[in-house]
């Protein structure tokens, strides 16, 4: 009988599993998979090949489908969102820091994407721990953080060139989360704000918050809390948008790629 084979990818998040295939794995098989993905805050599965119907499979394990408003579904699979980057492309989506969904009352839980189509070099995803950049401030600052709350919009979208859904009736109001939030399994204290939608402290002024909220992204990705992922043929990752963020690299101008991705229901933070 198989069994996962982990090997950590870098000092502070990131596993890699290799060993069982996710078309045959016991419910136990899947349960390691997820106290990994719990304990590492991302994790990629090479080789897996998942067709769609298998994707959602492995993404109704963790919960429930939380579809994305924004993104264009994959034909006869709405559930999927199609991560597609055309060959006259030079921005991508999530070509900048960010956790997916924290526009959200209740955020999403997971991403899973699942490589459909790769460029022959560049395209790698970087992922940076928000619990061990919570760990590494200073008690002061933590403390600050601590009694903090953000807003967090999807107002960006607005702006966004990359291919999205032009849906105006996708946009909700704004939400407020910690900044500081406990992760929901781990109990883990996590850094919860991100560049992409993060405006505010509450009751604060934008300009206000401006300084502080720059400061605490530039800290928090240093390359030290981050891992980069190679995407191979075939692979599978899964990160949980509570404990890292994440950012695609635009590296492959000229080339096509396209990912699957679907996102799992989270809970409010």
């Known amino acids: 009988m198989s069994e996962w084979v982990t090997e950590k ?6 596993a890699r599993l290799s060993g069982v295939s996710l078309l045959t794995a016991t419910h136990s098989d ?24 298998d994707h959602i ?22 559930v999927i969102a199609e991560v597609r980057t ?29 490589a459909r189509q790769l460029p022959p070099y560049g395209g790698d995803t970087h992922f940076a721990s928000m619990a061990t950049a919570y760990r ?14 953000a807003w967090h919009s999807d107002g960006s979208f607005l702006d966004s060139n990359v291919g999205l859904q032009k849906n105006p009736d996708a946009f909700r109001d704004p939400v ?21 939608f993060t405006t505010h402290f509450e009751n604060w002024s934008i300009e206000e918050s401006a300084a502080l909220l720059e400061y605490i992204y530039r ?4 390359p030290i809390f981050t891992v980069r992922v190679v995407w191979e043929p075939g692979m599978v990752a899964i990160w949980d948008n509570r404990l890292v963020q994440h950012y695609a690299t635009a590296d492959y101008s000229g080339h096509p790629r396209l990912m699957h991705r679907i996102t799992v229901e989270g809970v409010p933070l």
Not at 179 to 185: G, L, N
Request: aromatic share 8%; glycine share 8%; proline share 8%.
């Open 9 to 14: 990818m870098a000092g502070h998040c990131g």
């Open 86 to 114: 055309s060959a006259d492309q030079s921005a991508v989506i999530g070509g900048t820091w960010h956790t997916d969904h924290s526009y959200d009352e209740a955020p999403a839980m997971c991403s899973i994407l699942s």
């Open 30 to 53: 899947l349960e390691q998979m997820r106290s990994a993905l719990f304990e590492h805050g991302v994790i990629v599965m090479p080789d897996q090949n998942l067709t769609p119907a």
């Open 176 to 196: 407020l989360h910690p900044v500081i939030i406990k992760h929901p399994v781990t109990g883990s204290p996590c850094v919860y704000v991100n560049g992409d």
């Open 136 to 149: 590494a401030m200073s008690p002061g600052l933590q403390k600050i953080l601590s009694n903090l709350r």
């Open 219 to 222: 800290f928090t990705t240093q």
């Open 57 to 78: 499979k492995l993404a109704e394990f963790f919960g429930n489908i939380d579809v994305n408003r924004f993104f264009t579904p994959v034909s006869n699979y709405p």
